[in-house]
């Protein structure tokens, strides 16, 4: 251990090149950052419904519909790797269609959103979805280290919110809507989520994780009883909360330290 970390440090001080970890853990932040950014796009589009059309958040739609643009890594930022460009293209290819759905909820020209508008915008989530997760497999080997699982945790937490904001707002016509399949509802990401906040606070004692920590015991019973508690707005407030300091952890990280073990 001794032996390497005069290494770490020029790696960290950038005075060995060190490219492909560079590299991979740039492109694996901004892979990890889109797919929350996602996430969080679909929430806000869940909420424009159930806010009848405010605009303060149709304004936050085409900010997170931007900010997932940008994290799009552009093709001289790749490492010269052929198979990862066309897997970073796919990612491109398939925001379009996403842009487009996340744009196309009429509630403020018809007054209310339909079913339609909600199956394309998960279908083009999803699709946008798995792509960013061969993406991300490809870069990671399906073994995140602990930075990207951190982010991971805080995608989770996303996912979460954007689930519960949909039912909220589109409550009487929920029967339409697609059901999530078993394994992966939102209680048993939640139940899921406590251990593994659990595990990340005991083992790092990051004071923002203890923070997180706080936050999630105000919304988890509400996640874990989702089919009879309605109140996205306090969800999706502390999500926000969680996930940044989640993220904000994962930023101050190594790339190289390895993933915790899970419970």
Request: glycine share 6%; net charge negative; hydrophobic share 40%.
């Amino acid at each position: 251990m001794m032996r390497r970390a005069p290494y770490l440090l020029l790696l960290c001080l950038g005075l060995m090149s060190g490219p492909v970890l560079a590299d991979k853990g740039q492109l694996l932040d901004r892979l990890y950052a889109l797919e929350i950014e996602t996430y969080a796009t679909s929430t806000q589009f869940h909420m424009f419904t159930f806010l009848e059309g405010d605009l303060r958040v149709a304004t936050k739609i085409e900010k997170g519909l931007q900010q997932m643009q940008d994290r799009i890594p552009a093709d001289e930022a790749l490492p010269g790797d052929e198979a990862l460009a066309a897997l970073v293209n796919q990612v491109r290819l398939d925001f379009e269609p996403y842009r487009k759905a996340a744009q196309g909820n009429e509630i403020r020209t018809q007054g209310y959103t339909s079913v339609y508008a909600v199956s394309d915008l998960e279908t083009a989530e999803q699709r946008l979805l798995n792509s960013l997760a061969v993406a991300q497999d490809y870069l990671d080997g399906s073994q995140p280290g602990l930075r990207h699982q951190l982010m991971s945790a805080a995608a989770r937490v996303q996912k979460m919110a954007s689930r519960y904001a949909r039912l909220a707002a589109h409550w009487n016509g929920r029967t339409g809507l697609m059901a999530d399949a078993e394994g992966d509802t939102i209680d048993v990401h939640a139940t899921a989520f406590s251990q593994q906040l659990e595990t990340l606070r005991s083992s790092l004692g990051d004071e923002r994780l203890l923070e997180a920590e706080i936050k999630w015991e105000f919304i988890s019973a509400k996640l874990i009883d989702y089919q009879n508690e309605t109140v996205p707005y306090l969800v999706t407030r502390y999500s926000d909360s969680i996930v940044s300091r989640l993220m904000a952890v994962g930023a101050d990280t190594a790339v190289e330290l390895p993933a915790l073990a899970s419970n």
